[in-house]
């Protein structure tokens, strides 16, 4: 047998393998770049835009956003979408803030125990019986809503958090950042660990990349899903719970309209919306960015924090155009 | 060489019996019986081919055995064992793999990934090592003749190295039996070489091997036995070297050699032979697409039918797609009445007179949900438009006419599609493309899955239209119907014209011989480029 060992070249020849690669990195990592470059725009810019105080509050506001987005990057990447982040953030909130008064374990868990059975629930209805992301999170998004608002009489009772240890999670500060910093942080290294290093990540890419190939490459597609619908309720959860620490109450009004925020922070990040391919430091190089255009808009002085939603909108859609235009690159 | 990859350990060969074996396996779908007491007895190590015309029940058979469908009746064996698959998984894990025509992988994950996802290597605290993942994915690959970069993502090779990814990751989940459909048809000639390499080592590892192909020169390359099917029942198994192309070919296709019914179970009447002098109605020159179709050129004149022959995945329906428009083409050329198509669009090609009653009338013709009116107006809408406004009785009028003329039985021109019959269905198609005045009318396998009924009615409608003035171009695997129904017939192989029979020439002898005649390649030739 000495007839089998003829060469199958790649299709693509060098120049081509490095644009390639070139258009593979910039997908990557075009949010690092992009964050970078309006830092120091900033920096150069406005005098009071690195300061301490100030990167500070960018990252402290940006880390609720973040612990949502990882759960939604595995979502994302799974070919999924989960709209009713926003309002698990504000349940786990009110949950957490009324939890608060049978101690700081029941104001902790209380919300993940209940944005997780919600997660648990889509994600089977999802993974069983073939039912759309889109829809069926939809429902999930206005039902929780509505639970918040009676839980909270329309949203007229706002719940105060009244255990101490409690509040000092969302309040404690270790030098200069508060401890949902840092909690942010082993989270996201935590799903950078598993997304890439572990089977159930390759499963999930697998799924968003080609859910048909993957069902017969042995993966437990359903079950896959499943996992991944219950994590993204339990980080919005969290984060809500967090969230309600911080503030010291469980606020109703806040977090509608978040799941935008979440998904476009995602995209931004170079997650492909239709799975398959991204990760999670795009992820959290997109919620910066969006934090990071937000403080530049407070730094121009003349213009309304309303605004700010215009540049992140223009932006999602530059992101969105330049994408397409990349994965064309790629497949060369 | 060539034997440290593949499966772990090679494991000895259960005695001398079958590894896989169905035995008379029935399977019915609704209407239809798919498979009619098949029996098929695979031998480790041999590479069988199994080999029959659409309809002729081999995805069925494969099917069966990759655990998608369960049997009616008959029974599976495996190794000795009876065996039901519950899932395609379930028949994967216990080692019958599946590369299937269309590459089942993640095409934006990285090769390696593919290759290893599952059984990706671990460290000591059960993370997957990329490293060792990589490292032993380029050495399983380099068995296969791919010699790539593992770690860009697999849609970047060519095709022909995705299968062989994919190839190589079946084999290495310890396979017993290798199914492989079509594995060859957008292959380059070198990569074919590399296959059929690896497929004498699966062979030399007691691995069995089922090859699904039309590519008949491949079958006797690489094939040790062959199982031909043909409408759901077995036409014939045993060594392939024993039979000829030509008795290949008429196994396949039912019809015996030298000895043609000329039966009148058509519906063919019209005049045949009339000298047909005039100017092509439309013309197709020199259509060319890479791995489908290679140089292909056809006319049909006013009240002429011209068929297509040749057996399965030869080309016919490309042919008929890039007329239309809705295949992209290398280069070629289509001239309608004298006039070539600019643009090479379907909206173009159907305004220039060119209308397609596709293959699979229920993927690209009808609309199930919309009524029988309806199906019929859609395409001629804008023809019966006046400044943008369709009038209700014009449509009516139009609807009246065609269900009248072409005998749609519906209880009103209001029901719904779905609930017709599969003659009538197609008649609707038709009639929403005759509703469109077309010049040539291009017909593909216009008769397949319709009652024999129907079919004559359909068959006497295409000499009707002829009659009229209609070009028609035929494509019909049904040998008769191409026969008695056709004017002048061309014969396709591999993507291009090996024939053209016209008068005394179209018989059924005359097509499967020039099938026939034009694949035979020596092989041994063929094999010494690998």
């Known amino acids: 047998m000495t007839t089998d060992t003829t060469v199958i070249a790649p299709e693509s020849g060098n120049g081509a393998a490095r644009k390639e690669r070139i258009s593979h990195l910039i997908q990557q990592h075009g949010a690092l770049m992009v964050l970078f470059a309006l830092i120091v725009v900033g920096t150069f810019g406005f005098d009071s835009f690195a300061t301490p105080e100030n990167a500070a509050s960018v990252v402290v506001a940006s880390s609720f956003t973040a612990i949502i987005a990882i759960g939604m990057t595995f979502v994302i990447i799974s070919g999924g979408i989960d709209l009713s982040v926003g309002s698990l953030f504000v349940l786990g909130g009110v949950l957490a803030a009324w939890g608060s008064q049978y101690g700081a374990v029941v104001a902790l868990l209380l919300p993940l125990l209940a944005c997780g059975a919600v997660g648990l629930a889509q994600g089977l209805l999802i993974a069983r019986t073939g039912m759309a992301p889109f829809i069926v999170t939809l429902a999930g998004l206005l039902g929780v809503r509505g639970l918040m608002l009676a839980i909270s009489d329309e949203g007229a009772t706002t719940y105060l958090v009244r255990d101490r240890t409690f509040a000092a999670l969302g309040q404690g500060e270790i030098l200069g950042l508060t401890y949902p910093v840092y909690i942010t942080i082993v989270l996201a290294l935590l799903g950078m660990l598993l997304l890439q290093r572990t089977g159930f990540g390759q499963n999930v890419y697998a799924i968003g990349g080609n859910e048909q190939a993957a069902a017969l490459m042995g993966v437990p597609v359903a079950r896959t899903k499943v996992y991944v619908y219950l994590m993204s309720g339990l980080l919005a959860g969290l984060a809500g719970a967090l969230n309600a620490a911080r503030l010291s109450s469980g606020v109703t009004i806040l977090g509608i309209g978040l799941e935008l925020d979440v998904i476009a922070a995602v995209v931004i990040g170079g997650t492909l919306l239709t799975g398959g391919a991204g990760g999670l430091t795009g992820t959290i190089a997109g919620v910066l960015l969006l934090g990071v255009i937000q403080s530049l808009i407070n730094q121009v002085g003349n213009l309304t924090s309303s605004f700010q939603q215009v540049v992140s909108g223009a932006f999602l859609a530059l992101v969105v155009i330049a994408q397409r235009l990349l994965s064309k690159a790629q497949r060369l | 060489m060539g034997t440290t990859d593949g499966p772990a350990a090679g494991k000895a060969p259960d005695g001398l019996g079958p590894v896989l074996e169905a035995r008379g396996i029935s399977k019915r779908f609704p209407g239809v019986l798919a498979l009619d007491r098949v029996s098929l007895a695979l031998r480790p190590g041999e590479v069988h081919a199994l080999v029959g015309e659409n309809g002729a029940g081999k995805s069925t058979l494969i099917k069966v055995f990759t655990g998608v469908h369960r049997p009616d009746e008959g029974e599976l064996r495996y190794r000795g064992e009876p065996a039901s698959f519950a899932t395609p998984l379930d028949a994967q894990r216990s080692g019958i793999s599946t590369i299937y025509q269309e590459v089942n992988l993640v095409p934006m994950m990285s090769v390696a990934r593919n290759l290893m996802l599952g059984r990706e290597p671990r460290n000591r605290f059960g993370v997957i090592d990329a490293a060792r993942m990589n490292a032993e994915a380029e050495r399983v690959l380099a068995g296969y003749g791919v010699e790539t ?45 590399t296959l059929f390499g690896v497929i004498r080592r699966l062979r030399e590892q007691d ?88 140089d292909v050129s056809v006319s049909v004149r006013p009240g002429e039918v011209v068929g297509l022959g040749g057996l399965l995945g030869a080309g016919r329906s490309e042919t008929a797609k890039a007329i239309i428009g809705a295949l992209p083409l290398d280069s070629g050329q289509v001239i309608v009445a004298g006039s070539p198509l600019r643009r090479r669009t379907t909206a173009g090609a159907i305004k220039a007179g060119i209308s397609l009653l596709p293959e699979d009338r229920k993927a690209e013709g009808i609309i199930p949900t919309l009524s029988v009116r309806e199906n019929i107006a859609l395409a001629a809408l804008p023809a019966l438009a006046r ?16 269900m009248k003329r072409l005998r749609i039985k519906a209880s009103s021109p209001h029901q719904k599609v779905s609930e017709l019959s599969g003659g009538n269905q197609q008649k609707v198609l038709l009639a929403r493309w005759l509703a469109m005045q077309p010049k040539v009318l291009i017909l593909d396998e216009p008769t397949r899955g319709i009652d024999v009924g129907a079919k004559a009615e359909v068959q006497a409608l295409i000499d009707e239209l002829a009659e009229a003035g209609l070009g028609v171009l035929l494509i019909s695997s049904d040998l008769e119907e191409l026969v008695e129904g056709s004017d002048r017939i061309l014969v396709l192989r591999d993507g291009a ?9 179209v018989t059924e002898e005359r097509i499967m011989a020039s099938i026939a005649e034009h694949s035979s390649t020596n092989p041994e030739e063929a094999d010494a480029h690998g």
Do not use: N, W
């Open chain 2, 387 to 402: 400044a943008g406004v369709v009038s209700d009785a014009r449509i009516d009028q139009v609807v009246d006419t065609f």
């Open chain 2, 149 to 193: 970069d593992v770690r860009r993502p697999l849609r970047t090779l060519g095709i022909g190295a995705q299968q062989m990814v994919a190839l190589a990751r079946a084999v290495s989940i310890d396979a017993k039996v290798v199914i492989m459909d079509e594995p060859t048809s957008s292959l380059e000639p070198r990569e074919v070489a």
């Open chain 2, 497 to 505: 014209v090996v024939g053209e029979l016209s008068g005394d020439e």
């Open chain 2, 207 to 294: 691995i069995a091997v089922i090859y699904v192909s039309h590519r008949l020169e491949e079958l006797y390359q690489v094939c040790d036995r062959v199982t031909v099917l043909r409408d759901g029942r077995l036409a014939h198994t045993g060594d392939i070297h024993e039979l000829e192309r030509i008795q290949l070919i008429s196994l396949m296709l039912g019809r015996d050699v030298g000895e043609v019914r000329s039966g009148g179970l058509t519906r063919f009447s019209r005049d045949r032979g009339r000298a047909v002098t005039a100017e092509p109605v439309v013309e197709a020159r020199g259509l060319k697409r890479r791995h489908v179709l290679q």
